[in-house]
């Protein structure tokens, strides 16, 4: 199931790190819980402070104790820690012993010793029983990728979402596949769907602006840099992205006032912002001026 995530306050993260390396069980829990809140992947992190806290605060866990273990058992299983991994899978058994959650993780263990036909089995079993069950889909799709078999991958997102065509997460995981694989004009149609889903990501937007500037179509593009740009005025991918189409259209804009004016003010958004940071920015001033001399 999807976990809710909840945007960062600069720093926020980084605070709760150094509280949790300070010892106490409730810094430790308030770290793993805002990790797995906003999706965090940092299992060495989880190992380190999940481990101590059921070695020696299993009972001030309470029912969370459950949660705890299934988030080191990933962990653990993607590092092959492999003493952790089956001691949590061993206990998250024993108090759950028909849970297909559980049952899901036991795939995971076989995943982890590459054991990709055992893991395929367990797999197929939860989906004959129950099919609607996404996670388990996902976590063949990811056996997929993580066995090297990109194609047949990508085949498995495709029929995944002729059923669960609203998941945004594998559309962006598609995405990402079709651009490993070279296949721009497919993964644009991918941040499409994404951007119908969230109109507002400034992520989606820029990538697939970038996309489409890739696949030459510069004045769509501009369309979406511009867009991004009024998103978040100060954003340098965005300035950036809008300039290079400014750059590659100039010979068709040259007549319009419009087009000049955006230009303009584009270059000085750039501008502004390098200035603002003294030294640090005169070398992205400098390929600026180049970029404005040449296109002149």
Same mark, same amino acid.
């Given at each position: 199931m999807m976990q809710q995530q909840f945007? @960062? *306050?600069?720093?926020?993260? *980084?605070?709760?790190?150094?509280?949790?390396?300070?010892?106490?069980?409730?810094?430790?829990?308030?770290?793993?819980?805002?990790? #797995?809140? $906003? %999706?965090? $992947?940092?299992?060495?992190?989880?190992?380190?402070?999940?481990? %101590? @806290?059921?070695? &020696?605060?299993? #009972?001030?866990?309470? &029912?969370?104790?459950?949660?705890? +273990? *299934?988030?080191v058992f990933l962990a653990a299983a993607e590092l092959d820690m492999t003493e952790w991994r089956d001691y949590c899978l061993k206990q998250l058994t024993k108090q759950f012993p028909s849970s297909l959650r559980v049952e899901r993780l036991k795939g995971v263990q076989k995943e982890s010793n590459a054991e990709w036909s055992e893991a395929k089995k367990i797999y197929q079993k939860i989906l004959d029983d129950k099919p609607e069950d996404t996670a388990t $889909?996902? #976590?063949?799709?990811? +056996?997929?990728?993580?066995?090297?078999?990109?194609?047949e991958a990508v085949e498995a997102i495709n029929k995944y979402l002729e059923t669960f065509s609203t998941d945004s997460e594998v559309w962006h995981e598609l995405g990402e596949l079709y651009l490993e694989m070279g296949l721009l004009q497919r993964a644009v149609f991918c941040f499409e769907e994404l951007i119908v889903a969230n109109p507002r990501s400034l992520y989606h937007i820029l990538t697939y602006a970038e996309l489409l500037y890739s696949t030459g179509d510069m004045e769509t593009s501009r369309k979406y840099f511009s867009l991004a740009s009024y998103l978040d005025g100060a954003n340098l991918r965005a300035l950036w992205g809008l300039t290079a189409c400014n750059m590659a259209l100039a010979q068709k804009d040259k007549?319009?006032?419009? +087009?000049?004016?955006?230009?303009?003010?584009?270059? *000085?958004?750039? #501008?502004?912002?390098?200035?603002?940071?003294?030294? $640090?920015?005169?070398p992205a001033l400098s390929l600026l001026s180049t970029a404005l001399t040449t296109q002149s």
């Open positions: 945007s @960062l *306050e600069p720093g926020e993260y *980084e605070a709760l790190v150094a509280k949790a390396k300070l010892g106490s069980a409730s810094s430790a829990t308030e770290l793993l819980q805002f990790m #797995r809140a $906003h %999706k965090i $992947h940092q299992p060495e992190l989880v190992v380190l402070h999940g481990s %101590k @806290l059921l070695k &020696n605060s299993q #009972r001030s866990l309470g &029912n969370e104790v459950w949660t705890v +273990m *299934e988030q $889909h996902k #976590r063949l799709i990811a +056996m997929l990728k993580q066995s090297g078999k990109i194609t007549d319009s006032e419009k +087009m000049l004016q955006l230009q303009t003010f584009t270059t *000085e958004r750039l #501008r502004h912002a390098y200035k603002s940071v003294g030294a $640090h920015g005169k």
